[in-house]
């Protein structure tokens, strides 16, 4: 078991296999290190509101409502979930954090400034990963019928985000083109060199 927690973040495009390499990276993480798997939006209230009545429901809020309740559940799922964790010295894995915000509503519009300020008390992650995978692939893996066009652009919109936060320096860019396998090898590489840094 490490001293001190890590909290790490895996984010990517829908389909870009990101929810399975969190998943696979926490199972790996758990027997030397504790680890846990979590994602957002969260098992709260405001995270299962958020899956229920705009993920999957008819019609979606303006952009900036739905980025401020990302960041109100941002908020319940670091206090409630991340941070005890953390305090037990455990490993936790998240499936998607602020980087998800900024990429989906800033690709939408939204001041990436402005939605940094409403998740200024977001947890700063110790590594967030970025599973790169094309956006044309992406969409034939979810298997889209209508909107593809538009689905397309948007998704590329959002990745042109990620990849500028991969050349600041926030994220990893992980290849996700590669077979499952070969992802997940990279991936714990990549965590495993920064739990050696940590001692």
Not at 136 to 164: A, F, G, H, I, P
């Amino acid at each position: 078991m490490v001293k001190k927690g890590a909290f790490i973040v895996v984010e990517g495009l829908d389909g870009s296999g990101k929810t399975t390499q969190a998943k696979l990276l926490a199972a790996k993480l758990e027997k030397n290190y504790g680890a846990v798997y979590t994602a957002e939006p969260s098992r709260g209230k405001i995270g299962m509101f958020i899956r229920n009545r705009i993920l999957y429901g008819e019609s979606r809020p303006p952009t900036a409502l739905e980025a401020l309740l990302f960041a109100a559940d941002r908020i319940d799922h670091i206090q409630n979930e991340v941070s005890p964790e953390l305090e037990k010295g455990r490993l936790v894995v998240s499936d998607r954090y602020l980087y998800s915000s900024l990429a989906y509503q800033g690709s939408a519009g939204l001041s990436l400034d402005w939605i940094r300020a409403v998740n200024v008390h977001a947890l700063k992650p110790d590594l967030a990963l970025f599973v790169d995978v094309a956006p044309e692939v992406v969409l034939k893996r979810l298997k889209r019928k209508k909107s593809v066009m538009e689905d397309l652009e948007t998704q590329r919109k959002v990745r042109e985000v990620y990849l500028k936060f991969v050349e600041d320096g926030e994220l990893s860019r992980i290849e996700g083109d590669k077979s499952k396998n070969a992802v997940a090898e990279e991936v714990l590489k990549t965590v495993e060199a920064l739990l050696k840094t940590r001692g």
